[in-house]
């Protein structure tokens, strides 16, 4: 079943805040069997909103709408929504008895103008807000058949509000729909695309779904079915094709990022790291490896410098530091980065830089040069050492 969420307020199609309510509300509503099919975020016009209104109604079951509850001038969603589906706008007692109460509790007195906060197009509900002074609004339409619900827009108000109360007022839908998530690294996402073929096609159930952030792929695996037996049934067959297709570029599954792949292996196998850093990451790997104190404790040292070398005289370098660092049993393996240098090419800017993973009788390098800025650039290039640490580990394993 198909729902979708609007978002009000200037305030956000400015740049000035950040609509986060909208993936909150998204993850709710697909743990509860809804698709969503259609975020919109739109300022405060009052025939913009009434148009946003109507054409909703006509595509979703269920229309969540965000913002423009409070008392200001600016906060016109109750007029607009009553102006859309032409119903007078009437005042509930029972909210404004709330409000007051809110108020009285504070030690303050209510200021008239927030009496508007307690109107409601005529025909809808008000929804009780425990936590602030806005409450919501849900108006059931049966020509076209759709649920409107109104919540506020701080986000403390709005979770608390869509918990406690519109999740009872949600219709029930038919369908289970659950969401599984595999992660890779080392290849682009055109190239998981092209190796996954028609697996990705829209319209398949599951739906395989890319997206690319600092050089990790996920690949989000979405069942839609009547159960979660029958969900998890599809996710397991086409979770499988995924990994024998695209083989050790797969790292974990879920939230998992590199460093949590590389630490589980660390921790299993007893294996103690050296972490020597150069600007290319800037400690950033440090930073990863000892999130945790069962994470740092397989760390044997950690230092970072800013000492300038060339490519080949570092990799000597770090070979000679490394085998020291192997022979004294400070670390069974140890990851190393380079100096980072700027090369300008016909107005292109690229950072060069090497990652390097050096064990007993190991030697694993890689360039991780890149055009970018350098935020990107480390990630990137950290999420490499380890994912070389990761592929060596793997590989002795088996």
Not at 53 to 72: I, M
Not at 143 to 164: L, N, T, W, Y
Not at 196 to 204: P, Q, S, V
């Amino acid at each position: 079943m198909k729902a979708e969420i609007i978002a009000i307020g200037s305030e956000l199609t400015c740049g000035a805040r950040l609509d986060t309510n909208s993936q909150w509300l998204s993850l709710e509503m697909e743990a509860r069997g809804w698709t969503v099919h259609r975020h919109t975020t739109i300022g405060d016009d009052k025939q913009g909103l009434i148009q946003c209104y109507r054409d909703a109604a006509k595509r979703s079951r269920v229309v969540l709408v965000t913002g423009g509850l409070g008392p200001t001038l600016d906060d016109i969603t109750r007029e607009t929504l009553a102006a859309a589906f032409d119903r007078p706008l009437i005042q509930d007692d029972d909210a404004l008895a709330h409000i007051v109460s809110l108020f009285a509790s504070r030690g303050r007195e209510m200021p008239e103008r927030n009496v508007v906060q307690a109107l409601r197009p005529d025909g809808a509900d008000s929804i009780h807000n425990a936590h602030g002074t806005a409450p919501g609004i849900h108006l059931a339409l049966s020509d076209p058949d759709c649920a409107i619900i109104v919540m506020p827009g701080v986000p403390s108000e709005m979770k608390r509000m869509f918990h406690e109360r519109v999740c009872d007022l949600l219709p029930q839908s038919p369908q289970v729909v659950t969401r599984a998530l595999i992660r890779t690294f080392g290849i682009g996402e055109s190239d998981v695309e092209r190796r996954l073929g028609d697996l990705t096609a829209r319209d398949r159930n599951p739906e395989v779904g890319i997206t690319a952030s600092n050089a990790v792929i996920t690949l989000s695996i979405t069942a839609r079915a009547e159960s979660e037996e029958a969900c998890r049934t599809l996710t397991d067959d086409v979770s499988t094709t995924i990994k024998e297709t695209l083989g050790s570029v797969v790292f974990g599954e879920g939230e998992l990022d590199v460093h949590h792949a590389v630490g589980e292996l660390l921790v299993e196998h007893n294996i103690r790291v050296a972490l020597l850093e150069g600007t290319v990451t800037g400690g950033l790997i440090s930073q990863w490896m000892t999130a945790t104190d069962e994470l740092a404790a397989q760390v044997g040292t950690s230092r970072i410098s800013s000492e300038p070398q060339a490519p080949e005289a570092w990799l000597d370098h770090a070979q000679s530091e490394a085998e020291q660092l192997l022979k004294d049993g400070i670390a069974d393996f140890v990851i190393a980065t380079s100096a980072r240098t700027l090369v300008e090419t016909d107005g292109v800017r690229r950072l060069d830089g090497l990652v390097a993973v050096i064990g007993t009788g190991v030697k694993r390098s890689k360039d991780v040069s890149m055009t970018g800025n350098l935020a990107i650039f480390r990630e990137r290039a950290g999420r490499a050492a380890l994912n070389e640490l990761r592929l060596q580990l793997s590989a002795a394993a088996d």
